[in-house]
């Protein structure tokens, strides 16, 4: 499917395709997840959160750092060094409007963790808050 704002994208259960992210001043592959139901539509509000989170992501960096951060440090009462021991490996994007980046971290492989913008705030949890 070729979607106006997405562009060209495949299709398993969601909607997907893969590009480069630029996260910590590192470069990522990152699969573009957006959700769909069974009418196979993709929603305005997907299309207009896909065409702003990269400059959501640069302006809200530091936030976002410092929200993992916390994260960690009252979760597993650990500090981790982020820009080591933690990846971005999908940015899903909700039928709901939120939208999320979906991390791997060695401190928890089995659910991982998501820092996520709903209702204009930032969230984070495990990856199946999210999903």
């Known amino acids: 499917m070729?979607?106006?704002t997405f562009g060209l994208l495949e299709h398993r259960y969601n909607f997907y395709k893969y590009e480069t992210l630029n996260f910590f001043d590192k470069d990522y592959k990152v699969k573009i997840v957006v959700e769909n139901d069974e009418?196979?539509?993709i929603?305005?509000?997907q299309q207009n959160n896909y065409a702003i989170y990269k400059q959501y992501i640069n302006e809200n960096q530091a936030k976002i750092i410092d929200l993992i951060k916390q994260y960690f440090s009252d979760v597993y009462k650990t500090k981790i060094d982020?820009?080591?021991e933690i990846k971005p490996r999908t940015i899903y994007f909700a039928r709901d409007?939120?939208?999320?980046?979906?991390?791997?971290?060695k401190v928890d492989?089995?659910?991982?963790?998501?820092v996520?913008?709903?209702?204009?705030?930032?969230?984070?949890?495990?990856?199946?808050?999210?999903?």
């Open 2 to 4: 070729i979607d106006k």
């Open 39 to 41: 009418t196979d539509t």
């Open 43 to 45: 929603l305005p509000i």
């Open 82 to 84: 982020i820009y080591k």
């Open 97 to 105: 409007g939120s939208w999320s980046i979906l991390f791997d971290t």
């Open 109 to 114: 492989e089995e659910n991982g963790f998501a």
């Open 116 to 131: 996520f913008l709903r209702d204009e705030k930032l969230h984070i949890g495990t990856q199946d808050i999210f999903i």
